[in-house]
């Protein structure tokens, strides 16, 4: 089974100031992992996916997560924050064999103080 | 190209009252998905149907709940009759054909439950 931790339901930063987003995975085989950005009243946009190529994975609005084996671990980050970047943040796996089926972390609110 | 379209975009009834939900997924996407999404929670799958069939609706509360894509295209989920712990938003997603595609959402339907 599959599963995702996002420690910290709501972290703040400053704009400008690095964002680092914590995401922790459980999983029997060896997962897929996404990030997907919320905007308030949106269903979720994709911002990046890990699917066993490169570790390090780029995604939109320059925002990057590192998928560490040894550490279990798919943190999101952006050198610098912006305020379009408040959001709710949602970390998911899937299993990569059989069909797609995502599971979801609880979401972390991201707050960007001027 | 158009997205995952949902209606209505909010809903408003009483308790034991009927409801229904409808989705238009991307065109030639394959895959549906029905999740609901609690309040400050991340979305959890109720079903996900390949084509017009229901290949994995485990999740979905089979007393109250049912949902159906006839013709493979568009699909709707009903709750009859709604209960207050139903209050939650609903989200569509598609995805085209393959493992390692990417699912789109839709904006969502955000039901409430008095």
Redesign the interface.
Known sequence: AQSVTQLGSHVSVSEGALVLLRCNYSSSVPPYLFWYVQYPNQGLQLLLKYTSAATLVKGINGFEAEFKKSETSFHLTKPSAHMRDAAEYFCAVSAIQGAQKLVFGQGTRLTINP | EAG?VQSPRYKIIEKKQPVAFWCNPISGHN?LYWYRQNL??????LI?Y?NEEA??DSQLPKDRFSAERLKGVDSTLKIQPAELGDSAVY?C?S?AGG?????F????T?LTVL
Do not use: H, I, M, S
């Open positions: 995952v895959t400050g929670q991340g979305p959890e799958l996900r390949e290949v994995d989200l997603a995805k493992t390692y595609n990417e699912q959402f839709g904006p969502g955000r």
